[in-house]
């Protein structure tokens, strides 16, 4: 039986599509690609992150950590913008009340990580921030530090990536539809995908 959850956090638990509009074309009028528009984010929710940033951003990887980290410093300033998806709190709650153990495995800074759990009173056991591009190396230090194991856990995300780095952990995962990958993008991985909270539920208490 499954008995420690963890969770990716944007576009996950959080609904951060809005906030990722403004502060993208916050950074693009300081680093000089162009901005994005909101017809814009439907299409590109079927490509990888670094597809989306290399190619349609057109970041040079030169300017990569300075991007990421004005990225990060907006995010923190709004965290009080960010609206988690209606019945994750109860969601969540239930599982806490079922006896599993809940943690979150994010790309987000630290102190956002711990701003948003705050903000919107998350019942987690334990959070971890780790390198936007090797989630990988974040879940194993996660797995090592909470001294738990990969047939007791199950990640949930939202994300292409998510399931790669799952993929290279030997993690089982469960890939949300709501956030930013599609339907179609996560089915390509092979990942199990759900589409809504009460789906999500049912999958875990029968992992």
């Not at 074309?25 to 490509?47: D, H, I, R, V």
């Not at 109860?90 to 153990?101: A, N, P, Q």
């Not at 921030?129 to 990969?150: C, D, P, W």
Request: hydrophobic share 45%; charged share 30%.
């Amino acid at each position: 039986m499954k008995k420690t959850i963890i969770f990716d956090l944007d576009g996950t638990l959080v609904d951060i599509e809005p906030l990722f509009l403004k502060i993208t074309n916050t950074l693009a009028a300081e680093f000089g690609f162009t901005p994005l528009l909101p017809e814009e984010l439907p299409g590109l929710k079927q490509f990888h992150l670094k597809e989306f940033a290399w190619k349609r951003l057109g970041w040079r990887i030169i300017f990569l950590p300075r991007i990421l980290s004005r990225g990060r410093e907006e995010y923190k300033k709004r965290v009080s913008e960010v609206a988690l998806f209606s019945g994750i709190l109860e969601l969540l709650e239930g599982l806490r009340k079922k006896g599993y153990r809940l943690g979150i495995v994010s790309s987000s800074r630290r102190d956002t990580i711990e701003a948003l759990v705050r903000h919107h009173s998350l019942p987690v056991d334990f959070i971890a921030s780790g390198k936007l591009f090797n989630k990988a190396r974040s879940l194993r230090e996660t797995l090592a530090q909470q001294h738990i194991t990969l047939a007791e856990t199950i990640y949930v995300g939202d994300e292409v990536r998510d399931i790669e780095a799952c993929q290279k952990v030997g993690l089982d995962i469960i890939s949300v539809t709501w956030g930013l990958n599609t339907k179609e993008a996560l089915k390509k991985m092979n990942a199990l995908t759900v589409d809504t909270r009460e789906e999500l539920l049912e999958k875990i208490l029968a992992a």
